[in-house]
């Protein structure tokens, strides 16, 4: 898509996916709700979030553009149900939907944006699939790396951990990154962003790469993430035995 509704009924529908619970806000599988935190400083919404498609949405503008912002409610893995009656009710394209989510398969700090293609172990992407019947949507992926050698841990327990003291100094520039991204998509359309966002910075010999790394472009200030309000949102939700689960 050249810009976000260009040829669509509905209007971009950005999610940032998380599980509900202040014992998860500040973990590295919530970095989606960081980050939508982060975009709503940007946005104008005259109406706040409300309750709706299990989870919370706004009506906002954005670059411009009028846009639904959506927080899933539902943990991790059945983030699908609540993306999906979202994007009915508002007629959105599956191209415009846009998914900020945490990426274990990237490295640490690194930021790209992608269009369809598989769920790589991540369950909340797994669950948008299966219930949306497509992988062609937008993801603003951010990575949160894989658990170290001495990591003696689940997977599962690595991403529902909150962030190592080295990296939490980071986490606010990973998170204003992954707004850009959403921003310049909103700005430019998809294929700008993803040749700007998905190429790494030349370094001081001139040489560079493609596919790491992130734009420098529309950097600011963030907020600290860990004061965001998904930092003191919700109440602590216990899980019941075969029920929903915030898993990978």
């Not at 943990?75 to 599956?94: K, L």
């Amino acid at each position: 898509m050249s810009r976000p509704g260009a040829s669509r009924e509905g209007t971009p529908l950005i999610v940032g996916l998380g599980n509900p619970g202040r014992e998860y806000a500040s973990t590295r599988h919530n970095l989606g709700w960081l980050a939508l935190d982060e975009l709503c400083t940007h946005a104008s919404i005259p109406g706040g979030f409300k309750k709706k498609f299990q989870g919370e949405f706004a009506k906002g503008t954005i670059e411009g553009q009028e846009c639904v912002l959506l927080r899933p409610e539902t943990y991790m893995n059945e983030s699908g149900r609540s993306v999906q009656g979202a994007v009915a009710f508002f007629h959105a394209a599956p191209r415009d939907l846009i998914v900020l989510h945490d990426e274990l398969d990237l490295p640490f700090g690194e930021v790209r944006v992608k269009l369809g293609g598989g769920h790589a172990g991540h369950n909340g992407i797994r669950s948008l699939i299966r219930d949306l019947g497509t992988p062609e949507f937008v993801r603003v992926r951010m990575g949160v790396g894989r658990p170290p050698p001495s990591y003696t841990g689940e997977v599962a327990d690595f991403l529902l951990s909150t962030f190592f003291p080295d990296e939490r100094a980071q986490v606010p520039d990973i998170v204003t990154r992954g707004v850009a991204a959403v921003r310049k998509i909103l700005s430019d359309g998809l294929e700008r962003a993803m040749n700007e966002i998905n190429t790494r910075p030349k370094r001081p010999n001139g040489n560079g790469s493609a596919g790491s790394g992130g734009s420098q472009d529309g950097k600011q200030a963030a907020t600290a993430p860990f004061d965001s309000p998904t930092a003191r949102h919700g109440a602590v939700r216990l899980l019941a035995p075969g029920h929903m689960s915030p898993g990978p």
